[in-house]
Every structure is written in C-alpha cells, then in structure tokens.
C-alpha cells in the first residue's frame, strides 16, 4: 500500500537534491509504537493520524510538519457511528446505556472525536453500559456486527467495505476528521525536510495516490490541527464520574 508513493519520493527527492535517495519502510504494530519511534528520532519521517501526531508534537515539540493529506480533494475524511443494522437505536443521543467499542486509545476517530461527540450529547463514559477498546477500526466493525456491542466508532474506509461484503451495519451520524499529516523528526536536516515536502506536493498520480485512498498532499500549519487538539484537550470530561 505505502511502497508505490515511497518510490515515487524517491524518484522526486533524488531530482530535488541531486543525490540518490532510498527510503526504508517501517511498519510499527501499534499507535504508540509509531509515535515512540518519531519522537525518539528512529524513524525520519511518518504519517499518522492527527491525534497521534499532537501526541508526539507534545512529546517531542521540535517535529515538523511536511505535508497533510486530502480526501476526494477535501481537508477532511469521515468516521462513521455505527450500530447493527437491526438495532433500534435511531441516534448518537440514544446511547445512554448501551456498550460503545471504540478503536485505538490514540486513534483520532476511533476514540478522541468519537468521545467528543458522545459529550456533546450529553453522554460521558458513566452514561454507557460498558465500552472496550479493541485497537483496530476493523475490530470494532466487526465486534458491532457480531452484536458484540451495541454501537461503535469506524472510518467510513472500512465501514463501506464491510458494508459491501454483506456486514449488518448502519450508521448513526458521521464525524468529520482532519487528514493525516506527514512530519519528520526532530533535527532532521531542514534541507530533507524541504526536499520531502516538495516531493510530496509534487505527486499527482492516481495509480499512487489511489492506493492510499487520497487525492492529494496539501502543505500543512499547526494551525489545521486546533480543532483536534480542543476535541484532545477537553477529552478528562468524558471520564468525569
């Protein structure tokens, strides 16, 4: 999935800087181990959902901002409220008192704005029958489908191909969500930070932007994350008894 646009910056940064560049590719098998590998200057660059990303910026806040994602040409991407397709319940305020599977504890939709918008509705983590954390958007789905739990938070990604395989889902509302940005490590030489950011803004291919679900890199301010870091910062509500 990532190898396509990883080539494809290598081509482009080697023209920027006129030297030959390779990219090794690091999978990390969480949220948190990610996070722990950029802020502790392992990896050069990564990309991460928001929250994951103001999370190291508060750890490490010397990491830079490259680029952010679009989405079918838009600054943001949905999540899905979802619950089976045969339950009753007809509305995010009709949670009281049922079970919430949420994803990762450092997930942007899986967790800190899918809690937001519990609290907004006036429904904190006393209100709910019981809530889990299940790690993956998938997991979560799927534990909804099962009748596991009675409502869940998801990418629309991955509740639409559920969906097409048959899954017995429905979705309550949807969340907006700021894209993912791209961001290097600390002391990183500001001439490879220059030369990623530029390549990144310079890739337009379908066939390589496809296989990320996006349309495009856009550049990116800290700024475009102020409505996540208020969702974060106001996250001690939810768990207020």
Same mark, same amino acid.
């Given at each position: 999935?990532?190898?396509?646009?990883?080539?494809?910056?290598?081509?482009?940064?080697?023209?920027?800087?006129?030297?030959?560049?390779?990219?090794?590719?690091?999978?990390?098998?969480?949220?948190?181990?990610?996070?722990?590998?950029?802020?502790?200057?392992?990896?050069?660059?990564?990309?991460?959902?928001?929250?994951?990303?103001?999370?190291?910026?508060?750890?490490?806040?010397?990491?830079?901002?490259?680029?952010?994602?679009?989405?079918?040409?838009?600054?943001?991407?949905?999540?899905?409220?979802?619950?089976?397709?045969?339950?009753?319940?007809?509305?995010?305020?009709?949670?009281? &008192?049922?079970?919430? *599977?949420?994803?990762?504890?450092? %997930? $942007?939709?899986?967790?800190? =704005?899918? /809690?937001?918008?519990? !609290?907004?509705?006036?429904?904190?983590?006393?209100?709910?029958?019981?809530?889990?954390?299940?790690?993956?958007?998938?997991?979560?789905?799927?534990?909804?489908?099962? &009748?596991?739990?009675? *409502?869940?938070?998801?990418?629309? %990604? $991955?509740?639409?191909?559920? =969906?097409? /395989?048959?899954?017995? !889902?429905?979705?309550?509302?949807?969340?907006?969500?700021?894209?993912?940005?791209?961001?290097?490590?600390?002391?990183?030489?500001?001439?490879?930070?220059?030369?990623?950011?530029?390549?990144?803004?310079?890739?337009?291919?379908? %066939?390589?932007?496809?296989?990320?679900?996006?349309?495009?890199?856009? !550049?990116?301010?800290?700024?475009?994350?102020?409505?996540?870091?208020?969702?974060?910062?106001?996250?001690?509500?939810?768990?207020?008894?």
């Amino acid at each position: 999935q990532f190898r396509p646009i990883l080539n494809q910056l290598e081509l482009e940064m080697t023209t920027i800087l006129q030297e030959t560049v390779s990219i090794k590719m690091r999978v990390y098998g969480d949220y948190q181990q990610g996070i722990d590998a950029i802020v502790n200057g392992e990896v050069d660059f990564t990309r991460t959902g928001a929250a994951s990303f103001i999370i190291a910026k508060r750890q490490q806040p010397a990491l830079s901002l490259l680029a952010r994602e679009q989405v079918k040409g838009k600054e943001w991407f949905e999540g899905i409220i979802c619950v089976h397709s045969d339950s009753v319940l007809q509305s995010v305020g009709e949670l009281s &008192g049922h079970s919430f *599977a949420f994803g990762n504890e450092n %997930s $942007t939709i899986g967790r800190y =704005l899918a /809690q937001n918008l519990l !609290l907004e509705k006036g429904i904190n983590v006393t209100a709910l029958k019981s809530y889990a954390y299940l790690g993956r958007h998938d997991k979560v789905a799927a534990a909804v489908a099962a &009748g596991d739990y009675d *409502a869940g938070s998801v990418k629309s %990604s $991955t509740y639409n191909k559920l =969906l097409k /395989q048959g899954a017995p !889902l429905r979705s309550l509302t949807t969340i907006r969500a700021p894209t993912k940005p791209w961001f290097s490590r600390a002391k990183l030489p500001s001439r490879y930070q220059v030369a990623i950011s530029k390549a990144l803004l310079r890739i337009d291919a379908p %066939s390589i932007l496809n296989a990320l679900e996006i349309s495009g890199m856009m !550049l990116a301010t800290e700024d475009n994350f102020l409505p996540m870091r208020s969702a974060m910062d106001s996250n001690e509500a939810f768990f207020a008894k």
